[in-house]
Structures are given as C-alpha cells and as structure tokens.
C-alpha cells in the first residue's frame, strides 16, 4: 500500500509562484518515478510532469520553462516549483508514483491539491 499526501495548493495571482509537495510512503520499492498530473474543471487529467530516482525529469510542453520538478529521496518527497503562473494553471494537481521512467506508467495516485491562480 502506497499512499501520497500533496500540500502547499492555494489562490495565488497569476504572475506568481508556488511551490506545492508530496510526500509519499509505503512499500514503493527502489527506483521509483515520481510526477504530477493536474485536471481543470471540465478538462481531461493531463500530464504536468515527471522525476527519476535520478532526477531525469520530463516537463509537458505548456509548463516548460516556468515549472521545475525535483525530489528528496530521504524524504520520499517530490516538489512542483511553479512560476509564471498563469489562469490556465488552475487545477486540481495529483501527484503519482511509478516508473521507472519520467513518463511512467504510474501505479499510484494522491487525491490531489487545489491550485487556483486569479487574473
């Protein structure tokens, strides 16, 4: 049993930034990738982006640029650095773990955190 906790989503002005976490734990096994996917109100779940073990990463090509993911294997934790956020970003953002690749497959998923950027 895995389980992902995310934080750190709020109302933020668009232009700003925000960092948002997950922690995760449980048997996940060694080598794991680690990612964030997010879905907008009416709009499909869409891949945001994704970590290595090693710190490959790979970025969706509308975040490119203004969104760095990283990770702290001691911590389990992955992180999702967003600047430069614009209305379009407002989203619920999942975290997900699985692998090994950036792009997945992903086994888990969080239950999400809610990132809302005003115009």
């Known amino acids: 049993q895995v389980q992902l906790v995310e934080s750190g989503g709020e109302l933020v002005q668009a232009g700003g930034s925000l960092r948002v976490s997950c922690a995760a734990s449980?048997?996940?096994?060694?080598?794991?990738?680690m990612g964030w996917f997010r879905q907008a109100p009416g709009k499909e779940r869409s891949f945001v982006a994704g970590?290595?073990?090693?710190?490959?990463?790979a970025y969706a090509d509308s975040v490119k640029g203004r969104f760095t993911i990283s990770r702290d294997n001691t911590k389990a934790t992955v992180y999702l650095q967003m600047n430069s956020l614009k209305p379009d970003d407002t989203a619920v953002y999942y975290c997900?773990?699985?692998?090994?690749?950036?792009?997945?497959?992903?086994?888990?998923w969080g239950q999400g955190t809610q990132v809302t950027v005003s115009s």
């Open positions: 997900v773990v699985g692998g090994p690749g950036p792009l997945g497959p992903w086994n888990y």
């Open positions: 449980g048997r996940m096994g060694s080598n794991y990738a």
């Open positions: 970590i290595t073990w090693r710190s490959n990463t």
